[in-house]
Structure formats: structure tokens, C-alpha cells
């Protein structure tokens, strides 16, 4: 990493993530499956005595062999946490030092709710509704909505035929301490299907809880605070628009959240059924048609049982009140994904990316390099993609701002953060990076992570880019607009 002389000496944030997963674009917008939402939906939808059996033998599991503590690290933490100072609530006749699924269900009745912010600003519109979903004991219902039903009854579903349409009402709780505040939420699904290695492009979803400003401030870099630059006055967008160049904010990102995640679920679930017993009737006979899931390990094959990285993902968020983002790392790290969504990656259709909450860019001197080179790489035909882990389990392990160029099949990362600090530039070649897999000899290695990067700038080194699952013969370079006294701030 770099040296830095005094003046430079401050860590940069960087990038916040809030959730990561994996992103599908269709019709311009970006569709973000976080995989800690998918493990709460699976958990909602087991029979309760099916979970109280499974959770019961996991914990005993977990004491008893440490391979299985090395595997639920989530359930290890709260094992330990619980028998060294047990809970504190103030309702009584509970056993607050109980490690079983009832005292789980104890930590999700007092889990608080908040609404998600992103920065210092909350992302819920002004008479929309956006919380981090709170559960009862029961978590959450999804029913499909009948048309033939009288108004109001909330207890069924619907379903439209032929279009691949249906509406699902789930019920999550409110936020608050009242105990039974519950509330529905229709989900709308419009062709959630994936064949071959394709999403349907008429795939939608929309759920009453909306993340407003996740759908547009997510894929913002550039405030209305940020100045121009190259000596011109006014804003950094204002400059960028009149010269038709992106700004940033044309990238739409749906979050599929909770609600939008126990419907996919709940499709899914039926689709498994006999033809003759389902609920939801435009389901497909086909059975080379699936329904989409990202995440297929939270579904065992045995009905009667359930994914234990489901229970642990749900300990996690509830027992140690972890932030989702977290708990979506450490699952795609347990190789959560299932075998739809690993297709769609390697052809292209999906990649693993990043929601972000803050940029933390804490320099005015990071600032301007960060924008002198986003504009340098989008007036030369790059779009600006989103954000995506690299080094990925490194000690330089950070989220990059990913810009793509499909012509050049070049990739570039602007890296900053509390180990870079002043940006980097990485490139990443995925057509070298397909040479370099067929030659018999390994000519390029890894990057060396015991040196510093800047001794290593400009050197070729082979990676699998963790985006998109592809090789690539990488590079690492100074920013590509330097300013002489800028160039100062860095050395070896």
C-alpha cells in the first residue's frame, strides 16, 4: 500500500457497504439479492416445529464439535455470549440464560427495529414506509391472493394467469415495542422465471416497503456539493451533463427486500409441489423453467428439514444484531449460491456486487482524483457499474468503484480506502485473462500480498475476479490524472 507523507497521512473510509449479493440488470434497472434476507424468508416459511428440532440439535451440535462451531460461527458467538452474561430484558418468568430455540425466539421478540439510513440521510420518501423488519415469535406469512375472496380478507392470496403475475400479501411486524403490531404487504411478481442461463427479461418485483432512496442514492457518487473540475465553475453533475457524460445517478437499484424475498420464496416452494396440489396457478409445467433463487442452500432436499447457514445467518442478525451486509459476506463466503446463479455468472447475466451506504471520502485531495478520473474513464467510453469487492479474503481486501467497458473487455477498479488511501487504479483483463488459463505453464503469478502495492505498480498478475468469476491478468497503476503535486503524496 501506499506511504504517505504527512500531509496525506489520514485514513479514507471508503466504500460503506449496506447489503451485498447478487445483481441481475434487466429493462436498466439493477435487482440486488442479498442473501441474509433469503436465509430470513426460508426460516419464516419452516413450520415452527420443524425449526424449534433443527436449531435445538444444531446448538448441541456446536458445543460438541468444533468443526461445527467453525461452521455456524454466528451460532459459536452467541453460545459464548448468552452463558457469559445473559440477557437483561425486563419482562419476567423468562430464563434469559437459555441457548435453545426458545431463547432465539426470546432475542427476536426484543430486537429493535430501526429504519435503514444511508449516510446521514434515511432513505424512506416522505409518506413511505422502510424499517428493518421486526418479527413476533410467528415471523412472517405469505399467502397468495385469491380473486374470487371478498375484499379485505387478508389471509389468502392472489394469483393471475396467464401472464406469470401474482401478488402475495406478507405480514412482518411493525416497528415499535407493541408486540403484535402486524402489518401487510403486497408483493407484486411478474415472470419470475430463469431458463438456460437467463433471467425472463419481463422478470419484475415491487413490495409496499419501499427503500426510496436506495433506488437512486445507492449508485450515487457525486453530491450537488461536489464542485467542477479543470478550473470550470458550478457542479461536478452540471459539468458532467453538459457534456452528455454519466453522473452517476442513471443506475436504478431494486433492492429485493424481505417481503419481495418470502414471495420468490414461497414460489419456489410451490413450483417443488405436484402439479395437481399447488396453490398458484400460473405456475409452468415445464420443468426446464425454474423459478428465480439465488441461493439454494437454504433449501434442503429433505422437506422436513432446514438449511443450519440459514439458522446461523438468522442467530447472527438477531442473537448478535449484526448488520446485514455481514451476514450477506460470511454466507457467500459458505458457498450459499445456488446452481441457477452460478451459470448466470459465468455467462455473464449476474454479478456479485456491492449497496452502498456512504462513500467516505474524507480528502478534498481524494475527491478530486476520484473525479478527474471518473471523468477521464467515462468520456472514454466506460460506465460507471456500481461497487464490487476485490482482493477478496486478502489483507488488502476492499470494495472498488467498478467501471466496464464491454468493447475492451477491460474492467477498472478505483481503489481507496483506510489501507489505500489515496486511490489506485485496477485494471483487470479478462480476454488476457483467458489466454493465460490455456497456457500450460503458469508465466504470471498472484499478486504478492507481503509487499507493498506500490512496489508492485504496473506489474502483470493473474486473479479470478471475484465480480464476475472470471480470470483476469491484472494491473495495478497510479491514477490515470495526476496532478505533479498530487504524485508527491505517493511513495514507495
Known sequence: MPELIDEYDVAEQGISPLFRGYVVRLRGKNF???????????????PRGIKRREFNQLVEDVKGYSWMAERLPFTARWIEKISAHPRQYTRTGDDFSRVDYEGLELDMLHFKSRKIVAGLEEVVGEGQRSYEPLYSMNLSRAKPLRPEKKAGDTNIFASFSPNGRAVFRVKSKEPGDL???????????????????????DF???????????????????????????????????QLRSRGLQTSREREIVIVDYHMTVA?????????????????????????????????????????????????????????????????????????VSEQFKGLQRNGNASLEVVKTTRGMNLVATREILKRNYYDLVRRGYEFTGFATTFKNTPYETIGIVFTNKAKAV??????DDKIKLPLILEKDFLAGQ?????????????DYDKLFLAQLEQRFTETDYRTGKNSVSKLKLPYSLAAEERSGYRV
Open 435 to 447: 489466454r493465460e488459463a490455456l497456457r500450460e505453464s503458469e508465466l504470471l503469478r498472484p499478486l
Open 264 to 336: 420468490l420464496t414461497k414460489l419456489h416452494q410451490e413450483i417443488k409441489r405436484k402439479e395437481g396440489n399447488r396453490e398458484i396457478e400460473f405456475l409452468p409445467g415445464d420443468v426446464n423453467l425454474e423459478t428465480i433463487m439465488p441461493y439454494g442452500l437454504f433449501f434442503p432436499n429433505d422437506p422436513s428439514g432446514v438449511s443450519l447457514e440459514g439458522l446461523d445467518a438468522i442467530v447472527g442478525r438477531y442473537g448478535l444484531g449484526l448488520d446485514y451486509e455481514e451476514i450477506d459476506n460470511s454466507l457467500l463466503d459458505r458457498c450459499v
Open 411 to 416: 474492467d477498472v477498479y478505483l481503489l481507496y
Open 32 to 46: 440486488v439479492f442479498p442473501p441474509s434476507y433469503f436465509a430470513e424468508a426460508a426460516f419464516s416459511l419452516t
Open 179 to 201: 408486540r403484535n403490531a402486524m402489518g401487510y404487504w403486497d408483493v407484486e411478481v411478474s415472470n419470475p422465471f430463469a431458463f438456460g442461463n437467463n433471467v425472463d427479461s
Open 204 to 238: 419484475d418485483i415491487d413490495s409496499g416497503v419501499q427503500f426510496s432512496r436506495h433506488n437512486t442514492a445507492s449508485g450515487w457518487l457525486w453530491s450537488n456539493l461536489d464542485v467542477a473540475i479543470n478550473g470550470e465553475k458550478g457542479r461536478f453533475i452540471d
